[in-house]
């Protein structure tokens, strides 16, 4: 991770063969962690009969609650950031596991060989403003990551059969699929985490 965009990201890549059998049945065997990543992430927050309304972003994140607090405190408290990056870290841990980057099975805890992070903000050089429309700043983002995220499911479908086959993960296929997932962390940093003003580059290293 030699990047100095504050959101830090790697993967290691595993020097030895991976369990043909886990990834033969990948999806099948993560099941019982995405059922929990999903409660983790359910984030819908029940009014009465007529309404509903959203606390957290789509990964669970706390989002509405943080930008009203920079908005009118100015203020990033420490549990937000300690839970936001917690379950980041988790997520991407399952999502490295679903793209066979790695064949341990996702810990909640444990940072095994998915490295996530970033620093806790000082919210007083944080703009006041620019967390209102970050979530519109980084929609050219959006845009390249959807044509990113289907060449990455094209590159695991690939890996999966090399895998199957060698037990190895092709390295420029590594290397492309923890890029996307690089970029997807850099842009949830800066539009949904709020830690960063700095504009996310439109690179994968």
Do not use: C
């Amino acid at each position: 991770m030699v990047s100095s965009y504050p959101v830090q990201f790697d993967v290691d890549f595993p020097a030895r063969s991976l369990d043909r059998l886990t990834t033969a049945f990948r999806i099948i065997v993560a099941i019982p962690i995405l059922i929990l990543l999903g409660a983790l992430t359910n984030d819908t927050v029940q009014g009465d009969h007529h309404t509903t309304f959203t606390l957290a972003s789509g990964a669970g994140l706390l989002f509405v609650p943080l930008l009203l607090m920079l908005l009118f405190r100015q203020k990033y408290p420490r549990w937000w950031f300690d839970w936001n990056i917690n379950v980041l870290r988790f997520s991407n841990r399952v999502t490295a596991y679903l793209a066979l980057l790695d064949d341990h099975y996702p810990s909640t805890d444990e940072e095994q060989s998915v490295h996530l992070d970033f620093a806790y903000p000082d919210a007083r050089q944080l703009s006041r403003w620019l967390p209102l429309v970050k979530w519109f700043l980084a929609i050219p983002h959006y845009v390249v990551l959807l044509f990113l995220w289907i060449g990455a499911l094209v590159a695991v479908i690939i890996a999966w059969f090399a895998i199957l086959f060698t037990g190895r993960y092709p390295q420029n296929l590594f290397r492309f699929v923890v890029g996307v997932l690089r970029w997807s962390n850099r842009v949830t940093g800066y539009a949904f985490l709020l830690v960063t003003d700095q504009y996310p580059p439109f690179r994968l290293g």
